[in-house]
């Protein structure tokens, strides 16, 4: 029998409960739930699990990142607003010393000049952005294949 593979953590930040409705133009007109359902589905193609969150919330998005050391095998990130201001979500994604794989549905870097920096990135194994929902998919697939 395989040994059990620890989830992958799926990490939503700011303003993404509000995905299907904020900017669709811009964001799509899917759901998080949409989001979550595609990585769970695509996890399982790979008999692998996801534990899901979200908040609006800085602390608690730290608050769940280190709850998740030990715990987790990877992390899919879109950190939202948060990518371009929080040095605090950054320090705390290198805590459980997971591959982090950053998401932005849109093309960040076909957008507003702040946009382009992240401080996230330095510290991802992988970086996605621009592929809509698919990004979490590719995502998924990537850390349930390392």
């Known amino acids: ?8 953590l799926v990490l939503n930040g700011p303003n993404l409960n509000m995905l299907g409705t904020r900017q669709p133009e811009v964001y799509g007109a899917e759901t998080l739930a949409d989001v979550v359902d595609l990585c769970r589905s695509t996890a399982a193609r790979f008999d692998r699990e996801i534990v899901a969150f979200q908040s609006n919330s800085e602390g608690a998005l730290i608050d769940r990142i280190h709850a998740a050391r030990g715990e987790i095998s990877g992390i899919v990130v879109n950190p939202g607003g948060l990518t371009h201001t929080s040095v605090a979500l950054r320090d705390a994604l290198v805590i ?22 992240s401080f996230v990135s330095g510290i991802a194994t992988a970086v996605i952005a621009g592929m809509g929902i698919r990004g979490y998919a590719a995502a998924v697939e990537f850390l349930a294949t390392r």
């Open 96 to 117: 459980p010393e997971a591959p982090i794989v950053e998401v932005h549905i849109s093309n960040v870097h076909a957008r507003e000049e702040f946009r382009h920096h």
């Open 1 to 8: 029998m395989a040994a059990t593979v620890a989830p992958i």
